[in-house]
């Protein structure tokens, strides 16, 4: 067991360096969304922007290709949320997750008072979705239909939580509509689902992500609670250290903990490095929490100084002037500024592409 107590900076750059923040790497797409245990995914624009900030020279339609040839696919996992994945990781880890799903869906039907028949829910849900595609809309209708007096949210969501679907892309800037379209994901897949639990793997693969971190983080990274056993069973395999408050931290061995500087960096809204623990001070200091963290659960996109958040962004087009605008949460050196600039420029280059000018703007 390591003696190592490990300091806020200490958790900050192994996660900034799991997370390819502390330099552009050279890897594949599938390699990235792997290594960074799958993409939040609720705005189609924002795993784009995050594979940007963390590869180098990406370009747009590497990720539109590897979605286009389903090797990375969009679905409900992780805490129920819509998330970018390999096809690999996801057929691999949906079976673990179902408990996750599955709470979410009675904690809603739950709150609605309603008693559902699931089993014929689903066969209903899933004869229609086998015919074609379709969206949320259209499944409302149907159900409406059938089950007049039945809450139609509570019937969505247990369809969306329940059967493994996948959504469908489109040929938009982005991969996905604003109203898209879902498949179920054995047949987009062209193999089955298993129900296998590899627990195990899931959290080996959270700790290459996210770690150090404790059993807390990681049950709120998942959604899965009471993860202590699946840890204890893990312990011999793993590294173990202690943070200034004493405080157990699990990890793979040999993992880096890099003494080096960070670079400033852009996060795209609802990013995974800001949701993954459930003691986030390791990047967002707790005097900025609701700077970041915004009602009805939206996430900022923002910005990093030193390793840590600093500021929020945002990228608007009015006619064909493309700006972004980056708003400090505290006063800003020259060197920090400077460096914004420069890498808020490629970044709205990036992102609106046809404008015909642009700019950088400081909203302090």
């Given at each position: 067991m390591s003696e190592r107590i490990l300091t806020q900076r200490d958790l900050n750059r192994a996660l900034l360096a799991r997370q390819m923040l502390l330099e552009r790497?050279?890897?594949s797409i599938p390699e990235a969304v792997e290594q960074l245990a799958g993409m939040q995914a609720q705005l189609a624009s924002a795993p784009y922007v995050g594979l940007w900030t963390r590869l180098k020279n990406f370009q747009r339609d590497d990720l539109a290709r590897a979605i286009e040839a389903r090797t990375i696919i969009k679905a409900t996992l992780m805490r129920a949320t819509l998330h970018l994945f390999t096809a690999a990781d996801y057929v691999r880890f949906r079976?673990?997750?179902?408990p996750v799903l599955a709470a979410a869906s009675g904690s809603i039907a739950e709150q609605r008072n309603v008693k559902l028949d699931i089993p014929a829910l689903l066969q209903t849900a899933r004869a229609y979705i086998e015919e074609q595609p379709r969206s949320f809309a259209e499944l409302s209708e149907m159900l409406a239909e059938r089950h007049p007096d039945t809450d139609i949210g509570a019937m969505r969501y247990t369809v969306r939580t329940h059967l493994p679907l996948v959504q469908v892309p489109a040929d938009t800037r982005w991969?996905?509509?604003g109203n898209p379209k879902f498949t179920l994901a054995e047949t987009w897949l062209k193999q089955p689902i298993p129900e296998a639990d590899h627990l195990r793997d899931l959290i080996l693969r959270y700790l290459a992500a996210?770690?150090?971190?404790?059993?807390?983080?990681a049950q709120a990274w998942s959604g899965l609670p009471k993860l202590k056993d699946a840890f204890e069973a893990l312990r011999p395999e793993l590294a173990v250290y202690r943070d200034e408050r004493k405080r157990e931290y699990f990890d793979l061995p040999h993992m880096p903990i890099p003494d080096v500087d960070a670079p400033e960096r852009f996060l795209p809204e609802f990013d995974n490095i800001l949701l993954s623990h459930k003691d986030r001070t390791r990047i967002v200091a707790d005097e900025h929490?609701?700077?970041?963290?915004?009602p009805g659960l939206r996430v900022a996109a923002a910005i990093l100084i030193d390793g840590f958040v600093h500021g929020a962004w945002k990228a608007e087009k009015v006619k064909k002037v493309a700006a972004l605008s980056i708003t400090p949460f505290k006063p800003l050196s020259k060197q920090n500024r400077a460096a914004l600039e420069h890498e808020g420029e490629q970044l709205i280059r990036f992102i609106e592409p046809e404008a015909a000018s642009y700019e950088i703007k400081f909203v302090e």
């Amino acid at each position: 067991m390591s003696e190592r107590i490990l300091t806020q900076r200490d958790l900050n750059r192994a996660l900034l360096a799991r997370q390819m923040l502390l330099e552009r790497a050279a890897v594949s797409i599938p390699e990235a969304v792997e290594q960074l245990a799958g993409m939040q995914a609720q705005l189609a624009s924002a795993p784009y922007v995050g594979l940007w900030t963390r590869l180098k020279n990406f370009q747009r339609d590497d990720l539109a290709r590897a979605i286009e040839a389903r090797t990375i696919i969009k679905a409900t996992l992780m805490r129920a949320t819509l998330h970018l994945f390999t096809a690999a990781d996801y057929v691999r880890f949906r079976g673990t997750l179902q408990p996750v799903l599955a709470a979410a869906s009675g904690s809603i039907a739950e709150q609605r008072n309603v008693k559902l028949d699931i089993p014929a829910l689903l066969q209903t849900a899933r004869a229609y979705i086998e015919e074609q595609p379709r969206s949320f809309a259209e499944l409302s209708e149907m159900l409406a239909e059938r089950h007049p007096d039945t809450d139609i949210g509570a019937m969505r969501y247990t369809v969306r939580t329940h059967l493994p679907l996948v959504q469908v892309p489109a040929d938009t800037r982005w991969s996905y509509p604003g109203n898209p379209k879902f498949t179920l994901a054995e047949t987009w897949l062209k193999q089955p689902i298993p129900e296998a639990d590899h627990l195990r793997d899931l959290i080996l693969r959270y700790l290459a992500a996210f770690g150090p971190a404790t059993v807390n983080d990681a049950q709120a990274w998942s959604g899965l609670p009471k993860l202590k056993d699946a840890f204890e069973a893990l312990r011999p395999e793993l590294a173990v250290y202690r943070d200034e408050r004493k405080r157990e931290y699990f990890d793979l061995p040999h993992m880096p903990i890099p003494d080096v500087d960070a670079p400033e960096r852009f996060l795209p809204e609802f990013d995974n490095i800001l949701l993954s623990h459930k003691d986030r001070t390791r990047i967002v200091a707790d005097e900025h929490r609701k700077a970041v963290y915004l009602p009805g659960l939206r996430v900022a996109a923002a910005i990093l100084i030193d390793g840590f958040v600093h500021g929020a962004w945002k990228a608007e087009k009015v006619k064909k002037v493309a700006a972004l605008s980056i708003t400090p949460f505290k006063p800003l050196s020259k060197q920090n500024r400077a460096a914004l600039e420069h890498e808020g420029e490629q970044l709205i280059r990036f992102i609106e592409p046809e404008a015909a000018s642009y700019e950088i703007k400081f909203v302090e």
